[in-house]
């Protein structure tokens, strides 16, 4: 079974300071995990992804990820926040199982709402 | 084109209309999605498409009808809905129903059942 957990539902920070937002995730298999944001009334726009390369991921917009496995953490961090960062941001799991009920599926934290202040 | 495009935007229908909520991709992608998201939630999966056939229904109830015509388009028949029903509902591709991928998202459309 594939479960994540974010554990902020709401975040907010000033223009130019650090961000952080915080995911565990918890997975039978070796799993793929990404991080999504969607901006108000739109779609999901992926970020960034791991998939068992490199634990440090780097995505768009200045966005990166670090896995890792002990802690079975996906935190994702950006070292200065800009205005248009202000949106909803999904940590996703997917296990890389050959079956069961959760193959082919996204299992999706329940999202954190990022504000950024000027 | 690495884009995933989903038609109307918006729509208002009421409880004993029939529309149809259409999708498109043009990556070559063989898995399509349809999720439903209520206000302040994440998306739930409804359907799922593999080589145009139907490989996961989510106990969906029958007053949504998914189809596949192509390996392009997906549709989403709506008959006699529910005031409930009303959410933003999203389209997504991936390369294949392969556990792991990731999916490419629409920007949704933005469905109201009075």
């Known amino acids: 079974a594939q479960s994540v957990t974010q554990l902020d539902s709401h975040v907010s920070v000033s223009e130019g300071t650090p961000v952080l937002l915080r995911c565990n995730y918890s997975s039978s298999y070796s799993p793929s995990l990404f991080w999504y944001v969607q901006h108000p009334n739109k779609g999901l726009q992926l970020l960034l992804k791991y998939t068992s390369a490199a634990t440090l991921v780097k995505g768009i917009n200045g966005f990166e990820a670090e896995f890792k496995k002990s802690e079975t953490s996906f935190h994702l961090t950006k070292p200065s926040a800009h205005m248009s960062d202000a949106a909803e941001y999904f940590c996703?799991?997917?296990?890389?199982?050959?079956?069961?009920?959760?193959?082919?599926?996204?299992?999706f934290g329940q999202g954190t709402i990022l504000t950024v202040h000027p | 084109d690495t884009e995933v495009t989903q038609t109307p935007k918006h729509l208002v229908m009421g409880m004993t209309n029939k529309k149809s909520l259409k999708c498109e991709q043009h990556?070559?992608?063989?898995?399509m999605y349809w999720y439903k998201q209520k206000a302040k939630k994440p998306p739930e999966l409804m359907f799922v498409y593999s080589y145009e056939k139907l490989s996961i229904n989510e106990s969906v109830p029958s007053r949504f009808s998914p189809e596949c015509p192509n390996s392009s388009l997906l549709n989403l028949h709506l008959h006699a809905l529910q005031p409930e029903d009303s959410a933003l509902y999203l389209c997504a591709s991936s390369s294949r129903l392969v556990s792991g991928n990731e999916q490419f998202f629409g920007p949704g459309t933005r469905l109201t059942v009075l």
């Open positions: 996703v799991v997917s296990d890389k199982s050959s079956g069961g009920t959760s193959y082919g599926k996204l299992t």
């Open positions: 990556m070559g992608h063989r898995a």
